[in-house]
């Protein structure tokens, strides 16, 4: 099934402002990278959530019409955020600490989402 780029849009976000599609986003997290994916990740419920899933942190929810089926979150790297506290072995450098430097995690989209 093949779909018409204006049927696609994004919301960038916090909980704060829309608590319901935040919390829709974390449950396909779960569906997406714990149940399909096999990620050891720590659950409740149907939703996976972690320490970087708070109030400064954006979400970006991709959808296909009305139905979310993607998306990532964002963290300004002047926050704590995902690949510096947890993976710091991984940098070659020093890992940014900017208002203008952004870290994106938990990216994906359903399979068979987009097609």
Do not use: N
Request: glycine share 6%; charged share 25%; proline share 4%.
């Amino acid at each position: 099934m093949s779909h018409l780029w204006g049927e696609y849009h994004a919301l960038v976000t916090t909980e704060e402002r829309y608590p319901a599609h935040v919390q829709a986003m974390l449950r396909l997290r779960k569906q997406l990278f714990v149940d399909h994916c096999g990620w050891l990740l720590t659950t409740t419920g149907d939703v996976e959530r972690d320490q970087f899933d708070v109030w400064y942190t954006e979400h970006c929810l991709l959808f296909l019409g009305s139905e979310l089926i993607g998306g990532f979150r964002a963290i300004r790297t002047d926050y704590p955020y995902l690949t510096k506290s947890v993976f710091p072995q991984l940098a070659q450098r020093r890992f940014p600490s900017r208002r203008d430097a952004w870290e994106i995690s938990r990216f994906g989209v359903l399979p068979g989402a987009a097609t």
